[in-house]
C-alpha cells in the first residue's frame, strides 16, 4: 500500500492517495484491524457487484488493467521512506499537493453533480494544505506538475478519480503506523491520511456505484476509463520520482 495510492488487491469485491490509493515495504503491516466497513487492514478495494452479470465491472477491470501502473508507483513511494522523517513526509505531502490542486481543478469543470456525484465532496488539496500548514508554515510555494492527464469527459474523470479517490483507503492504517514516529496525529498533518474519516468505506462505495452506472449506460467509455486511471498513475509516478516536467 503506496502511501496516497490506492491500496492494490488481487480480488474482486477498495487509498493513493487514490490514487489507491493506497505499500511495499508496509503493506499495511499485517496484523491492523479494518475500521470501517468496505475497507481491510491492506486498504484492499471492496465495491458493489458488476453491473453486467455477464461481464467483469468496471472497477474488476481497473483492478486488473491497471495493475502494473500501480505496482510501478509502488516501487517509488513506500511507507518506510515516508516514516523515516518529518521531512520526508512533508516532502510527499508537497508532491501530493502540487499534482492534486491542479487535477482537481481540471476535474471540477465537468458535469459531476447534474449526473449524481457530488465532487466538491472529493476534493483532497484543502486535506493537504491543512497538513503543511501544520507542519510546514514557512514553506516555500509548492510546484504545480505541468503532466496532468486530460480528463475531457466523465469517463476519462471517472479514470482519474479511481486513483485519488482509492488512495484514501487504508490511509488511516499508514497514519497508525507513521503517527508515533513522527508525532503525527489526524488534527496534527494527518489529515489527508484520515480520508473521510469515518465515512471512507461508504464514500468509496458511492464511487464505485457511480462508476458502475456510468459505465453501463456509456458502455463504449469502458476503455476510456481504464486508459486514463493508467495514465494518472503513471504521471502521478512520474512526478513524485521527479522524473517528470516541473521537477
Known amino acids: 500500500m503506496s502511501p496516497g495510492i490506492p491500496a492494490r488487491t488481487d480480488r474482486d469485491p477498495v487509498p493513493i492517495p487514490n490514487g489507491e490509493a493506497g505499500t511495499p515495504g508496509a503493506r499495511a503491516s499485517a496484523g491492523a484491524k479494518a475500521e470501517e466497513p468496505g475497507i481491510d487492514p491492506a486498504g484492499d478495494r471492496h465495491g458493489p457487484a458488476p453491473a453486467d452479470p455477464g461481464g467483469p465491472s468496471i472497477l474488476a477491470r481497473l483492478r486488473h488493467e491497471t495493475r502494473s501502473h500501480h505496482e510501478a508507483i509502488e516501487r517509488v513511494v513506500d511507507v518506510d521512506r515516508l516514516g523515516a522523517s518529518r521531512s520526508a513526509y512533508v516532502r510527499l505531502l508537497r508532491g501530493f499537493l502540487g499534482y492534486y490542486e491542479p487535477l482537481e481543478g481540471r476535474l471540477a469543470g465537468l458535469p459531476w453533480e447534474a449526473s449524481g456525484l457530488d465532487f466538491r465532496e472529493r476534493r483532497k488539496a484543502g486535506w493537504l494544505r491543512e497538513d503543511l500548514r501544520s507542519l510546514d508554515p514557512d ?26 479517490e482509492g488512495a484514501t483507503l487504508g490511509g488511516r492504517v499508514v497514519l497508525r503506523l507513521i503517527g508515533d514516529r513522527l508525532g503525527i496525529g489526524p488534527e496534527s498533518g494527518g489529515r489527508f491520511y484520515s480520508g473521510y474519516r469515518a465515512r471512507t468505506g461508504a464514500m468509496w462505495a458511492s464511487f464505485g456505484r457511480f462508476a458502475e452506472a456510468h459505465v453501463a449506460a456509456h458502455p463504449d467509455r469502458a476503455d476510456a476509463v481504464v486508459e486514463a486511471a493508467s495514465e494518472t498513475f503513471d504521471s502521478l509516478r512520474r512526478w513524485l520520482s521527479g522524473t517528470g516536467p516541473g521537477r
Open 139 to 164: 514553506g516555500p510555494p509548492c510546484p504545480t506538475c505541468p503532466d496532468l492527464p486530460e480528463p475531457v469527459d466523465l469517463a476519462r474523470g471517472l479514470g482519474c478519480l479511481y486513483v485519488v
